[in-house]
């Protein structure tokens, strides 16, 4: 596939370019059970691409593969036109992958602040002995990311909390925090599993704008997982349906929401 | 003293804009925290950046006499648009920011505004929802870009793109004839008043207006170029105009920015401004802060504070005041300074205030005496729009609770026959904008202005004292006075009370509407274990009526101390199931109270009041804050209220 040769504009006028990662025919198995069974598809840069799909349907499995945490049995992952390699965590992170979790991974005793700065691990270069040093290379370089950091604080308009422990905000503020460490990270790709799980409709509000915003402002490709439709139907570009691990629709939210299967399958037609 | 040295020539904001920089050029005039970090604008700069932005305004067409809407949180940015709207001869707008689409749109529309010049994307989409209907409009600027890079810019443009190309090819000859043409008499800027009655009105302000006040003003307190202040109240109202622009170019002191709204209390904390001011409810919300957090402390805190602050209500206000004190009296309060009053201060970003300014609705005495029993130097002020501000003002050493000082410099005072207070001053208003009836009906031809409020000058001390407003005055039905905010006042003060709302004129006894603050009460309910779902849930609890009750009948017991208004006792009332909002037109945008709109929209509960229901089950509409409408369901119980017996020896004479 000629990846530069279909870049397209979107209504609201943002260009949609090349694939920046290419899922090809993977399937997944935990022992005898087959959590994604032969699913291809593609993320492009810069749109927002949602997988959705009943609970069971295998969507944080798909978010694991994506992020290199899984390594699935069969099929290959392009990321930016390159076969990707079996990786460790890290490695995944230094190719510009962020993402925040379902059940928010923060550290409950550091601040916000300590939180978001540690999204800015992989741009920190000087060694243990630079840190204890502190004067000079480590100085600088935790005034640069401080100020990246702070960037990103003004932008989530999360101000008012930047020295608060993170154990004592309220749920939807934790989200946002999750959300501002990937972003410290400065990612190619930025993976929200749920991000307005357990929300209310305020919050809600506010989460969609600012995924709008990053994807907006930074151009940041986003891949997220929801089973919230409404939100989901507004804010994406393209969606994937998935369900009992298979791929049962993809294309722009008016294709999904008018294919007979997706529908059954929110509905809850009986299987053969 | 050097500012006075320049005064002739100035005729203008702009000019003192001119002044500020030969004379203090190198001297910090704003400060904004962004980015966690304070910057900071000299003189110069900010005087670079508003010439940017008036070059660029002219280029967009802004002309002299358009005039020109400002809108958004205090920054930097907009307090230079204001000035390079001025430079460029025609007229800043500043309207509040928290309105609803609606009240922009008739603000915008009655001012004929062709510019609006917006903080951010939440103001966009409120003009943006309303401009069909302003075919004046013609350019939007907005400030902060987040969220707008979709949005159709053929009629948008960033502030930052406006002063490059001001930079660029803006025509400074122009410019500066514009700016040089500007006379005493020119508009200087217009503002809506809020309005507890009827539609807000444009108030016309000259230079005259506010360049007379602020000299007149900035004398009386002795401000100088080295005072510090945070602008954090709405750029629409007027005390902010003052302060923040009239004062602080007169005195050429700088104005600190807070970094978002919700970080007001750190960033006071950080600035310890020397000149501050609040409206009272400000000064309670500290109050009830303070109080929850000492609820919290340790036994053996609580004590220090308690006995502490016992002493300082004692002698506090009178060290302030310079009246002698004893030795051994002060030798305590010093020891309270050191443990308990200045950490305290410096908590609440208090400890450098020389100045402090209270004005908007009258302060609780008790609200009061804590701030200068703590040393602070809190005045109380009378002002209102169309008097640029200031009536009266209280001089230090002659603070009370009960007054609202003595008139301004340059200020005449006189009570009508009705009891109305009149003033007549430099700072009286031009008129209200396309609205000469109003403007007949409320300054005479030879400039008085009529304020509405009933008050008195105090014999004793010729400080003026005000008792409420004259339309709320009235008589109970057996002819005693009835002044309901005297009494609601006395209820504000508990933490537990966020508003309430008295009744009685005309009637045989007065009842009360009640708004529970929720961060005392919800501090309370957690500390005893209380669990609930919602602000309706725990304002009906059965504990929390119990201790508003108790609140209640307090206020009864010192009301029927009060010979004049003993008839004002509280004998039932209601805690409401939502707060009084402005979005409901409960309120003006300054947090008053609009008695009547409460009197109309709870007339069922009012009456369930008086004819003695034991509960009634209400349905009330509310306002989101995207403009939406909702309904609210609830059945509120009706507490009787312990009412204190009346003067009996005034009885036993009759």
């Known amino acids: ?272 | 003293m050097n500012a006075d040295a320049h005064a002739g020539d100035i005729t203008s904001v702009p000019k003192l804009l001119e002044r500020n920089v030969a004379l203090y050029g190198q001297r910090p005039a704003y400060r904004e925290k962004e980015f966690g970090i304070w910057q900071s604008w000299t003189w110069s700069e900010a005087a670079k950046e508003i010439e940017a932005l008036a070059l660029g305004l002219l280029l967009l067409g802004v002309a002299k006499g358009d005039r020109v809407a400002i809108i958004g949180r205090n920054r930097p940015a907009l307090y230079w648009s204001m000035v390079a709207v001025q430079r460029t001869g025609a007229i800043p707008v500043p309207l509040y920011q928290d309105a609803a689409a609606e009240e922009i749109a008739y603000a915008l529309d009655n001012s004929g505004a062709r510019f609006a010049i917006v903080g951010d994307q939440e103001q966009v989409d409120k003009i943006a929802d309303v401009r069909e209907d302003l075919p004046g409009l013609a350019h939007i600027i907005y400030h902060d870009g987040q969220g707008l890079r979709k949005y159709d810019h053929a009629a948008m443009t960033s502030l930052a793109d406006v002063q490059a190309k001001g930079r660029e090819s803006g025509d400074k000859a122009k410019l500066k004839a514009l700016t040089d043409a500007l006379t005493y008499d020119d508009t200087c800027v217009m503002l809506y008043t809020s309005g507890t009655t009827g539609r807000p009105k444009g108030v016309v302000l000259s230079n005259r207006n506010v360049i007379e006040t602020a000299k007149n003003t900035a004398g009386f307190d002795h401000l100088t170029e080295k005072e510090e202040t945070l602008a954090y109240l709405p750029m629409a109202w007027v005390g902010d105009f003052i302060f923040s622009i009239g004062h602080a170019y007169w005195a050429g002191f700088c104005v600190n920015c807070p970094e978002s709204a919700d970080t007001m209390h750190a960033d006071l904390r950080e600035i310890g401004p020397t000149y501050f001011f609040a409206p009272p409810a400000i000064f309670e919300a500290h109050l009830t802060q303070v109080m929850i957090r000492m609820e919290d402390a340790s036994r053996l805190k609580q004590k220090m504070f308690h006995y502490f602050m016992a002493q300082a209500k004692e002698v506090g206000p009178r060290i302030l005041d310079g009246e002698p004190v004893g030795l051994w009296a002060r030798l305590k309060y010093a020891v309270g300074d050191f443990l308990v009053y200045g950490p305290l201060k410096n908590r609440l970003g208090f400890s450098r205030v020389r100045v402090g300014y209270t004005a908007g609705e009258a302060i609780g005495p008790e609200l009061f005496d804590f701030y200068r029993s703590l040393g602070i130097n809190l005045k109380q002020l009378y002002g209102q729009t169309e008097a640029t501000v200031f009536i009266t003002q209280q001089p230090d050493g002659q603070v009370r609770s009960d007054t609202v000082g003595v008139p301004s410099p340059g200020v005449e005072l006189k009570i009508t026959d009705a009891g109305e207070v009149l003033y007549r001053s430099p700072g009286t208003f031009v008129e209200y904008y396309k609205n000469p009836e109003s403007t007949a009906s409320t300054k005479d031809p030879e400039g008085w202005v009529a304020t509405g409020d009933a008050g008195f000058i105090d014999p004793k001390s010729g400080h003026l004292r005000i008792i409420d407003r004259i339309k709320d005055v009235s008589k109970m039905q057996d002819g005693a006075l009835f002044a309901p905010k005297y009494v609601e006042n006395k209820l504000k003060f508990f933490p537990n009370i966020l508003e309430a709302v008295v009744f009685g004129a005309g009637k045989d006894r007065c009842c009360a509407l009640i708004n529970i603050d929720l961060t005392a009460v919800g501090n309370w309910a957690e500390r005893n274990n209380i669990a609930y779902s919602s602000y309706q849930e725990i304002s009906q609890h059965p504990k929390v009526l119990e201790i508003i009750k108790g609140h209640v009948n307090a206020v009864n017991e010192t009301v029927a101390k009060d010979e004049m208004l003993a008839g004002c006792q509280i004998h039932r009332f209601m805690v409401l199931h939502k707060e009084l909002d402005a979005d409901d037109g409960e309120m003006t945008r300054t947090r008053k109270v609009r008695r009547a709109v409460i009197g109309d929209k709870y007339d069922d509960l009012v009456t369930a009041l008086y004819d003695g229901s034991a509960s009634v089950y209400t349905e009330t509409e509310v306002t989101y804050e995207d403009g939406r409408k909702g309904k609210i369901k609830a059945t509120l119980q009706a507490c009787d209220a312990s009412v204190a017996p009346v003067a009996p020896q005034k009885v036993a004479a009759e």
């Open chain 1, 1 to 272: 596939m000629n990846a530069m040769a279909d870049s397209y504009v979107t209504e609201d006028g943002r260009t949609i370019g090349g694939v920046l990662m290419d899922l090809r025919e993977i399937t997944l198995r935990f022992g005898g059970v087959e959590a994604i069974k032969n699913i291809s598809f593609d993320i492009r840069e810069g749109e927002i691409r949602a997988i959705i799909g009943p609970n069971g349907a295998g969507k944080s499995s798909m978010l694991n593969v994506i992020s290199g945490f899984y390594k699935p049995q069969e099929g290959e992952v392009y990321f930016r036109g390159a076969l990707r390699p079996a990786m460790k965590p890290y490695q995944v992170a230094r190719q510009g992958i962020a993402r925040t979790f379902q059940n928010i991974a923060l550290f409950e005793g550091m601040t916000v602040l300590d939180n978001i700065m540690t999204g800015r691990l992989n741009y920190m270069k000087a060694g243990i002995i630079k840190q204890a040093i502190w004067k000079g290379a480590a100085e600088r370089e935790e005034i640069e990311n401080r100020a990246h950091v702070e960037r990103v604080i003004d932008f989530l308009d999360i101000q008012a909390i930047r020295k608060t422990p993170v154990g004592r905000l309220p749920y939807g503020l934790k989200k946002r925090v999750e959300l501002a460490r990937a972003l410290a990270a400065d990612p190619k790709l930025l993976l929200l599993d749920e991000p307005m799980a357990g929300m209310n409709v305020e919050e809600k509000e506010d989460m969609s704008r600012f995924i709008l915003d990053v994807n907006d402002e930074f151009g940041t490709t986003i891949a997220l997982i929801e089973h919230d439709m409404g939100v989901v139907m507004d804010l994406s570009d393209r969606v994937v349906v998935m369900d009992y691990g298979r791929k049962i629709g993809d294309g722009t939210p008016d294709e999904v929401r008018g294919n007979q299967e997706v529908i059954d399958a929110y509905l809850g037609v009986a299987h053969d």
